[in-house]
Structures are given as structure tokens and as C-alpha cells.
């Protein structure tokens, strides 16, 4: 990316993080993604090539580092101290969104692979069960599919094939539904109540279910928005 030439901070930082895919990058980063895979599957869209080409920008920048794996073949991005401050940045981006160009989601904007990924990134560790638990998402819609995720303290997996463990707890529901609770537009227990989310399995695990995310960081900035603005 060229810069401007300029002698402005905004010019500056524009130079940095204002490229097409670049501020949804480091979204990914700062949600915890670090292998490339990882944060590619977080972007729907973007090709390969153009992600290594920002990542590569990123870390000419100074915004990332490049970490070759102790373990294994390969390398992770990790964010330096100037990359993690562009967190708060991002918080207020998405922040002045909400607050002057708030929509409600639309089907094509909800990719059910990526929603349950988001929400993977989401987890509240302390919260979930000790043992394995699996949840299958049935999403219905124009283009009905199920997806699993793997639920363990060290570590939490999405799949699109099953994951050859038994099933603990099926949430069905649509996308765009989901994504409703998961943006703070409306709650889980609201979601319920309407059957736009249905939850079987044990009584103890679907009780508890709710409180293993943490849903998205910009929910409580559309329930404040949404409150201001609703009659």
C-alpha cells in the first residue's frame, strides 16, 4: 500500500490498516487467530494470496510478527505491542458503526460457517463443562446444514463433517437468528421463548448453554443503541 505523503496521523495509521480486508485481519488477530488457516477461515471472500500480501504488510509495519512453531512445520502471527493496541481502535470503529449505521442482518450476511466460528473465538473457558462436549448447529434457511463444535478446556474446534464423537446438545435454528443473539439485537432467552432457537440434550448442559459464550465484544453497544432508539 502507497502512502500519502502526508504529515497527518491519520494519513499515517490510513497507510497502515485503511487496505481492503486489512481492519478485518486484525480483527482476527485480535480475537486470538494466530495460524493462517485461522484466520482465513474467519474470511469468507478473501483469497489466499491476498491474505498473505496483507499479512506480509502487516508485519513490514511493525503490527505483527512472524513466529516460526517450536512443535511441527510451519508459523503463527502474533501481534506486537502496537498491533494490540489496535483493539481499542477496532472497538471504536465497529462502536461508531452501531450508533450511526445500525442495520438487522440480512441471510446473505450470515455465513453459518463463520458465525460458528466467531462464536468458537468467544468462549467463556471457565464457563464450559470439564469433560468433551459437542454441540450440533442445525441451520436451517435457504441452504440448510449442520456444523459441530468441539468444546474442551484447552481448546475448542468447528467442523463441517462430523467429528466422530457422540452428540451432547443440537441447537436448531436459522443463521440470521443466531446472529441476532450472537450481535446483542436480541437474547438468548428471548430466541427461545419465539422458537427461533431450539435447544435438546441434557437438561443441565442446555440450562448452561448460554453462558459458555461470551458473544460478540460489540453486543453491549447494540443493546445500548437499540434502547436509545426503540420506542
Given at each position: ?28 488477530l ?14 469468507p ?49 465497529g ?19 463463520t ?7 468467544r ?42 464423537f457422540?452428540?451432547?446438545v ?13 450481535s ?33 465484544p ?14
Amino acid at each position: 500500500m502507497r502512502d500519502y505523503v502526508q504529515y497527518c496521523p491519520v494519513a499515517l495509521a490510513s497507510s497502515v490498516i485503511a487496505e481492503r480486508w486489512t481492519p478485518l485481519i486484525v480483527r482476527e488477530l485480535v480475537l486470538g487467530g494466530r495460524r493462517f488457516n485461522d484466520i482465513d477461515r474467519g474470511l469468507p471472500g478473501i483469497s489466499r494470496s491476498l491474505l498473505k500480501q496483507r499479512l506480509d504488510h502487516l508485519e513490514r509495519k511493525g503490527v505483527v510478527t512472524r513466529v516460526e512453531l517450536t512443535h511441527g512445520r510451519g508459523h503463527e502471527y502474533l501481534l506486537t505491542p502496537a498491533g494490540r493496541d489496535l483493539e481499542a481502535v477496532l472497538m471504536a470503529v465497529g462502536e461508531w458503526a452501531v450508533k450511526w449505521m445500525f442495520s438487522e442482518p440480512e441471510p446473505a450476511q450470515v455465513d453459518p460457517v463463520t458465525l460458528t466460528w466467531w462464536m468458537s473465538r468467544r468462549i467463556v473457558t471457565d464457563a464450559v463443562p470439564e469433560d468433551r462436549t459437542v454441540i450440533e448447529f442445525d441451520y436451517g434457511g435457504a441452504d440448510p446444514t449442520r456444523i459441530w463444535m468441539v468444546l474442551e478446556r484447552r481448546e475448542t474446534s468447528v467442523c463441517t463433517d462430523p467429528p466422530g464423537f457422540d452428540v451432547d446438545v443440537v441447537v436448531t435454528t436459522e443463521p440470521v437468528k443466531l446472529m441476532q443473539v450472537f450481535s446483542g439485537i436480541t437474547t438468548y432467552r428471548d430466541a427461545l421463548a419465539k422458537a427461533d432457537i431450539s435447544v435438546a440434550g441434557p437438561p443441565r448442559l442446555t440450562r448452561a448453554l448460554p453462558h459458555w459464550f461470551a458473544w460478540s465484544p460489540f453486543a453491549p453497544a447494540v443493546r445500548t443503541h437499540l434502547a436509545r432508539t426503540t420506542p
